[in-house]
Every structure is written in structure tokens, then in C-alpha cells.
């Protein structure tokens, strides 16, 4: 799995394993603009990734504005993303059989995201939400920073905690929890990712034989570092 960060500032991405199995070596970690790192994945796995922002480290407790893990360490150490944040899912099968893997939405938005089969036999497509959904978010669902800026968007489960929105209850299946305006914000913003609970199963990518993983945030953003001159002639270092 190979992350890289073409956003404009910081983020703290952060891993979780799930069915309660053992974590991965790497749990969270800080990746500036135009950053890379990479970590191995065991097989079989499932999990999430996702990204923090606007952290920082107070009197020795580290905590961030959003998808905070909430472990007070750069790690989260199998604490999972406080929402709104958006999540990268992946289940990885043993021996090269069919990987699935899908962004999703459906516990809010905070920073664009894709993830990116390389190698691997089969459909092997992007799955991706690169748009800045903070950009359209409507007030109600608003998460605003310390500057009053919107940072991220929560889902209209989040933020109103019905039955209609969080499809359950009487609304727990697919027939009874259509679309809801909020979510059809979500998916008008970003189709190749789920914007709610019962979205469609096409949704859901796949890929065998093993591939490897990139992850991107802010996908469609391309960093552009200032430029130098060199005998006259300038260079820029483009992400």
C-alpha cells in the first residue's frame, strides 16, 4: 500500500484492521504535501484508511479537527476515525483470489480520496472521490474549523441521528432507506463512491491476483512547488 498526499497541507493518515484481527505495523503517521510512504498489507486482510487533518500536539496529547482516532498518539492503534471522514475500505484475499476495495462517504467527507489497483487481473479500476464536498456541504451538515472555515461533512446520520437517515429501525433495508436529498448531495459530488448505506453495489470494486495499492488524497489536485532558474531557465517540481 503506497500513499501519497497531493493536497496543500498536512495529513495524518490513519489504519484500522478489522474483525478484531491484529494491527498493522503502521497506525497512523504525518505525510505533508507531495509526500509518499508505503507499507506492507498481510494476506488475507480488511480494513480502512483514512485521513486526518488540522492535528496537533497540546501539552503532549495529539488530536485532530477531523477523523480524529482519538488515541491521543500520532497512532491510532486500532481506534477507528471519528466521523465525518472519508474512508478507504479494502478487503485483501489470500492467495491472489478477488480483492474488494471502495471509497465511501457514507460516514461524512473530509478530504478527497482514491485508492488505485496497480497490477492485479481483472476490472482493477480507480475508485475514487475527488471532489471537495466541504465546497457544496449545506449548513446543517457542516463541520467548521477553529476559523470558522468548513473542514468537513457530516452524513445526515450524523447529524440528525433518525432512523430514516441511519437506515435503521424500521428503514434497515435496502427497499425502505432509498436516497435521501443529503445523500444524493454526496453522490451527485462523487459516483464512484458510496454516499450512503444501502448506495449501489456497483459501488464495490475489484481486483485478483494480488495487486498493489496506492492511496491518493485530493487526487485531482496537483502540488506545484515555487520554481528555480537554472542557466536562465526555470524548473518546476510538479506532484
Same mark, same amino acid.
Given at each position: 500500500?503506497?500513499?501519497?498526499?497531493?493536497?496543500?497541507?498536512?495529513?495524518?493518515?490513519?489504519?484500522?484492521?478489522?474483525?478484531?484481527?491484529?494491527?498493522?505495523?503502521?497506525?497512523?503517521?504525518?505525510?505533508?504535501?507531495?509526500?509518499?510512504?508505503?507499507?506492507?498489507?498481510?494476506?488475507?486482510?480488511?480494513?480502512?484508511?483514512?485521513?486526518?487533518?488540522?492535528?496537533?500536539?497540546?501539552?503532549?496529547?495529539?488530536?485532530?479537527?477531523?477523523?480524529?482516532?482519538?488515541?491521543?498518539?500520532?497512532?491510532?492503534?486500532?481506534?477507528?476515525?471519528? *466521523?465525518?471522514?472519508?474512508? /478507504?475500505?479494502?478487503?485483501?484475499?489470500?492467495?491472489?483470489?478477488?480483492?474488494?476495495?471502495?471509497?465511501?462517504?457514507?460516514?461524512?467527507?473530509?478530504?478527497?480520496?482514491?485508492?488505485?489497483?496497480?497490477?492485479? =487481473?481483472?476490472?482493477?479500476?480507480?475508485?475514487?472521490? *475527488?471532489?471537495?464536498?466541504? =465546497?457544496?456541504?449545506?449548513?446543517?451538515?457542516?463541520?467548521?474549523?477553529?476559523?470558522?472555515? /468548513?473542514?468537513?461533512?457530516?452524513?445526515?446520520?450524523?447529524?440528525?441521528?433518525?432512523?430514516?437517515?441511519?437506515?435503521?429501525?424500521?428503514?434497515?433495508?435496502?427497499?425502505?432507506?432509498?436516497?435521501?436529498?443529503?445523500?444524493?448531495?454526496?453522490?451527485?459530488?462523487? *459516483?464512484?463512491?458510496?454516499?450512503?448505506?444501502?448506495?449501489?453495489?456497483?459501488?464495490?470494486?475489484?481486483?485478483?491476483?494480488?495487486?498493489?495499492?496506492?492511496?491518493?488524497?485530493?487526487?485531482?489536485?496537483?502540488? /506545484?512547488?515555487?520554481?528555480?532558474?537554472?542557466?536562465? =531557465?526555470?524548473?518546476?517540481?510538479?506532484?
Amino acid at each position: 500500500m503506497t500513499f501519497t498526499n497531493r493536497c496543500g497541507y498536512t495529513v495524518w493518515p490513519g489504519t484500522i484492521t478489522g474483525d478484531q484481527k491484529h494491527q498493522l505495523s503502521t497506525t497512523g503517521f504525518e505525510l505533508g504535501p507531495g509526500a509518499t510512504n508505503s507499507m506492507g498489507l498481510p494476506s488475507p486482510w480488511s480494513g480502512r484508511f483514512w485521513a486526518r487533518t488540522g492535528c496537533s500536539n497540546n501539552n503532549g496529547r495529539f488530536s485532530c479537527a477531523t477523523a480524529d482516532c482519538a488515541s491521543g498518539q500520532v497512532a491510532c492503534n486500532g481506534a477507528g476515525a471519528s *466521523p465525518p471522514a472519508t474512508l /478507504v475500505e479494502i478487503t485483501v484475499a489470500s492467495n491472489g483470489g478477488q480483492d474488494f476495495y471502495d471509497v465511501s462517504n457514507v460516514d461524512g467527507f473530509n478530504v478527497p480520496m482514491s485508492v488505485t489497483p496497480q497490477g492485479g =487481473s481483472g476490472d482493477c479500476k480507480a475508485s475514487s472521490c *475527488p471532489a471537495n464536498i466541504n =465546497s457544496v456541504c449545506p449548513a446543517e451538515l457542516q463541520l467548521k474549523g477553529s476559523d470558522g472555515s /468548513v473542514v468537513a461533512c457530516k452524513s445526515a446520520c450524523l447529524a440528525f441521528n433518525t432512523d430514516q437517515y441511519c437506515c435503521r429501525g424500521s428503514f434497515n433495508t435496502e427497499a425502505t432507506c432509498p436516497p435521501t436529498n443529503y445523500s444524493k448531495i454526496f453522490e451527485k459530488q462523487c *459516483p464512484e463512491a458510496y454516499s450512503y448505506a444501502y448506495d449501489d453495489n456497483s459501488i464495490t470494486f475489484t481486483c485478483s491476483a494480488g495487486p498493489d495499492y496506492t492511496i491518493i488524497f485530493c487526487p485531482s489536485r496537483h502540488l /506545484v512547488y515555487p520554481s528555480i532558474t537554472i542557466d536562465g =531557465s526555470h524548473f518546476f517540481k510538479c506532484y
